[in-house]
């Protein structure tokens, strides 16, 4: 299994250890104390400002019905270009291993954590940009 | 005399003629030259040589919620204490009262303390513009061409800054700014300014490539007494970090198509707190409204 070289080990420290606070609107409304790991099918990688947006379909994921889902990334274009997205990352049709934190009103939302894509087992995070060795994710 | 003009229109001609003294009348002394920006010299430009090396992009540092120097909240007036422990209160409930969700200007100084974007330094002859990167890259003009602040200025999300050099450090002095600009600790969390916020920074190069900014926010309405907050900056050189155009209000869209075929953008739901949702997810499922 290859990792993505924007893996930064260190990254996922951070991610559970650094306070919620992100560009444009804080992830409060994210529940990072029910996380959720589910098999999806990508839809779209909305590269937009002031956060991107992964949309995947899914089968039903526990109480929640199937349907699509948007997973907000914590931050612009502009920053996860300097991680080492890009806006092809993912593609649709894409099947992957998304990892998130549920928005606590139940609707089928959450952060983006990670995702694994299952046909080449890359792995692609929001993490740190490169060069701010504290920098928490966002 | 055959021909009369109204007298209405007389006055309509006489106020549109006399509109450009009118104006000036509240700039100027009376007789003075209208105010210009001079053209520059080539010693103007090449001035900007000697000037230390603001140039490039910079990355905000550690994001600390209290910045580095400062571990202490604002120190709010008794009347707003309890609304600012409130707002933090319902953030660490998972209910953040965005701030910014309406993609307004920040505005300082939390374009400072809250950004998580880039931002860079274009100087020119007689000012410093700043440029971040959102907000469709929303920019700051600083004068440092000696002028003073204009006597009645237009109020505005980043204010009129005026600036000067002493040694390493860009002093920026800056009024008039709308008093619905938050003053926050968090994204969630702010108060407005309320009026006659006064914000002075100081931009000091700490190294080869790395700044530290040092504001002090006197906003006498909300604050018991001025705040000071600091953020530490990282130049980058690599043109992977060039500014890029990042519009605020682009998130709340998905790409369509018309009936037409044509390219259009389709609007997002979004919860209380700015989350984009699936448009079918507009609505709180009855299933789990209890568990709000």
Redesign the interface.
Known sequence: MTRAPLLLAASLALASAA?????????????PSKPLQFEATVQSL?W??????V?VQAGPVG?YGA????L?LP?????L??MGWNRNSVKAGDKVVVSINP???????GQFKKLTILATGQVLEAGN?P??A???P? | MTRTTPRPLLAALWLALAAPSLAQAAGPAPGAAEPVNPKPTRADWIAIADQPDLSGVW?P???D?YPPGNTTEPKWLPAIKPIYERLKQL??????Q?I??D?LPEGLPSSWT?????LEFLPTPGRITILG??DGNRQRRVWIDGRPHPADPDPSFSGHSIGHWEGQTLVIDTIAFLPQVYIST???VGIPNNGDMHVVERITLTGPDSARVDLVVDAPHVLAEPWKASRTL?R?RER??D??E???R??D???GRDKDGLAIWVP?PK???????????AA??A???Q??
């Open positions: 306070q919620p606070a992100f560009a444009h609107h804080s992830f409060a409304m994210f529940d909305q937009t400002a002031p956060h991107a947006v949309w109480t349907g699509l889902w948007s907000e931050t612009s274009p502009a920053n270009a300097k928005i606590r009103d139940g609707r089928r939302a940009i060069g701010l504290v920098q928490p966002k | 990355t540092g550690p994001l919620k953030d660490a409930e998972g209910r953040p965005n910014w969700v993609c809250q950004t998580l974007n880039s990167e959102l968090a994204q969630g990282i980058h992977s970090f500014l890029a990042s519009s605020c682009q998130g869209f998905l790409e997002l919860d209380d707190g700015g989350a984009r949702l699936p448009l079918d997810q709180i499922p299933s789990k409204e568990k709000r």
